[in-house]
């Protein structure tokens, strides 16, 4: 059976590939044409999420097993076929390709083949430019600016400390506290 997938980036809307390959092969296979197709090393750590229909990430199948004591289930792509996670069109994944940022390609599985097969995974057509492998993570994180100190006196501090007086009928006394016993309290 042949598996065609779809591969999109919310990051480059012009990006696109379509991959071919065999239902019997591995995640790792489908990784390494991915990359191939995008121009990526494969020198960096990632990983394919299952998503349901909503994109909500649901089982994580990555490159190596990274020793983590959950009792979930590891899906390692060497050991992993497509056909034992993934059966039906429409199928989608996330494969995250840069940890630091979690930038992730959008994999959807377009087209099921049955009675076919193909030897090795083919990248059918690509059209525009990926996004860059990597990002500097000061340019991909937004820091909030911190206001101008000098200008704090043109801030109406009302709206912040309510009435410039105050009732002292509204504040407790605080001779009534002096009265009681620690020892009653259990802290």
Known sequence: MIYKFKIVSDEAENFKLQIAIDST???MQLRNIILESAG???DQMDSFYICDDEWHKEKE???MDMGSESDEDIWIMDDTQLDELLEDEGQRMKFVFDY?????????LKAVLPGKSLHDPLCESKVGTPPA???????F????K?????KIEAIDKSEFYGDEGYNEDEISDFEEL???DSDSYNF
Do not use: N, W
Request: hydrophobic letters at 40%; charged letters at 25%; one cysteine or more.
């Open 100 to 108: 630091m940022t979690e930038r992730f390609f959008k994999v959807k």
């Open 25 to 27: 092969a591995t995640f």
């Open 141 to 144: 994180i937004t820091i909030p």
């Open 133 to 139: 492998e990597s990002v500097d993570i000061a340019d």
């Open 40 to 42: 990526y090393s494969k």
């Open 146 to 150: 911190i206001p101008d100190a000098s």
């Open 61 to 63: 199948v990555t490159c």
């Open 178 to 180: 002096e009265g009681l």
